[in-house]
């Protein structure tokens, strides 16, 4: 796979800059001005700051520091920025489609799991871009074989190779690196190095099966455990995720109590006035930050309302949430039909909302603590059918606020500026991210 982020990719950006190996476009038209590749960069560099720092590391400006450019940054930049910084550059948008179908294909390689159906499309989808790109860059010119290098056509054996030996997360170079990294420090004699990293390997794998075998997984990891943060909070209620600090115990406003009331008569069914009589006894505070624990990098997402952020801090607050939603709400007399579906917006506040006995109003019989997000939704534009299966979403403006239960909240999301004042939604999480609405009697 580092052929694609270090060879196929650089490659097709020298194509449009017209930096590759002194050719010109031929007959096509796929050159970029100087210009619009600068800005395409800029906003590049400036999308660092409108991306959690989980999704990787901050991609810099790929004109001006293009070989500082890691593989990693290629990669994301491929899967994530370019579909966007490259939407309507083109003079013709056919070399656009061809890059699109690049990237789908290369999702489907990124898998965790993969089809044989899949495997078929990989197969075909792969010819059809290879050919494609002939007829594209290469224009059937024998003074324009440069274009075809040998990675061009390797592209054609990753299905086949997938076939044999499973997904690519098996066995490409990103682990392989990693692993070489972890034992590079087991090297502790210069003059017998090999047999040094020989016992280094041996002895893991030992103690790898003697942890498996005997589950002392935490006793006899060489690693420190990620320590419970000071001032966190966890409730048996919610076990995906903790709250951290910074804590207010400030009474929210007016405003704040009225969506809060909201929320909860939504979700016990009474009715506005028991639930503001039974918030009279509640204890409800804020917190700055949440963390999903489904996981050991689980996502950590933050309030934009409560806590300072560094000049260097990069944007946590938005997250992509799922909510029930009445198919026949328009009709009054019609029974409801609730169908899931997925939202994006700005976390705004998190609230911890503590019964301390029990509440007839809210039907509760024991002590009961609710943890609730409100969340600005942002309003999406109609998808951009060319982008259809990327996950990438556009928006313009933001909508009501929609206080909801925090195990709702799905992911956290990246945002990159688009043209104009409008931005698009990026998400990394895929389908196993996903929550599945099984019906009420599940």
């Known amino acids: 796979m580092h052929l694609i982020w270090e060879n196929l990719i650089k490659n ?4 449009w800059t017209g930096d590759f190996k002194g050719l ?3 007959t096509g038209e796929y050159q970029l001005a100087k210009a619009i590749w600068e800005a395409i960069a800029s906003r590049t560099s400036a999308a660092a700051d409108t991306i959690p720092s989980a999704y990787g590391s ?3 400006n790929i004109a001006k520091d293009r070989p500082n450019v890691s593989a990693e940054m290629w990669s994301f930049w491929t899967l994530y920025l370019g579909p966007v910084l490259l939407r309507r550059r ?7 489609r061809h890059f699109l179908d690049l990237v789908r294909l290369l999702n489907i390689c990124l898998q965790f799991e993969i089809t044989d159906d899949e495997i078929e499309t990989l197969r075909i989808g792969f010819i059809a871009w290879v050919q494609k790109y002939e007829e594209m860059y290469f224009q059937y010119n024998i003074e324009r074989l440069p274009c075809c290098p040998l990675t061009i056509h390797g592209l054609l054996h990753i299905a086949s190779g997938i076939k044999f030996t499973g997904p690519v997360w098996c066995y490409w170079a990103f682990p392989m690196e990693r692993y070489c990294g972890s034992i590079q420090p087991g090297i502790r004699s210069r003059r017998f190095p090999w047999a040094s990293m020989d016992r ?4 893991t794998a030992q103690l790898t099966q003697i942890k498996t075998v005997y589950n002392v997984f935490e006793e006899l990891s060489l690693t420190a455990s990620r320590a419970e943060i000071p001032g966190s909070f966890s409730d048996p209620a919610y076990p995906s995720c903790v709250l951290l600090p910074p804590r207010s115990r400030a009474t929210p406003s007016s405003p704040q109590m009225k ?3 909201t929320a909860l008569s939504t979700r016990s069914g009474s009715s506005m006035r028991d639930v503001n009589n039974a918030l009279k ?12 624990i489904d996981s050991e990098e689980g996502d950590m997402m933050r309030s934009c309302s409560l806590g300072t952020t560094a000049e260097d801090t990069q944007d946590a607050t938005y997250v992509r949430y799922e909510m029930l939603v009445d198919k026949h709400a328009r009709f009054k007399k019609r029974a409801p039909e609730f169908e899931l579906q997925t939202f994006y ?13 029990a509440c007839a109003l809210l039907n509760t019989e024991e002590p009961t603590t609710y943890i609730l997000a409100a969340i600005r939704a942002s309003v999406l534009d109609a998808d951009d059918a060319q982008l259809r299966g990327l996950d990438i979403h556009f928006y313009s403006g933001t909508g009501g606020l929609d206080v909801i239960d925090i195990t709702s909240v799905q992911a956290l999301v990246g945002r990159v500026p688009d043209r104009g004042d409008g931005w698009a939604i990026i998400d990394r999480s895929g389908v196993l991210a996903r929550a599945e609405w099984l019906g009420e009697d599940e």
Do not use: C, N
């Open 12 to 15: 097709l950006i020298l194509l």
């Open 200 to 203: 280094h390997v041996l002895e």
């Open 259 to 261: 969506t809060i009331a």
């Open 345 to 357: 917006g700005q976390l705004t506040h998190l609230y911890r909302v503590h019964f301390p006995e």
């Open 90 to 96: 083109f003079r013709s948008a056919k070399y656009y």
């Open 58 to 60: 901050r991609v810099p």
């Open 281 to 292: 006894a509640a204890e409800v505070e804020e917190w700055g930050k949440v963390r999903r």
């Open 24 to 26: 010109d476009e031929g």
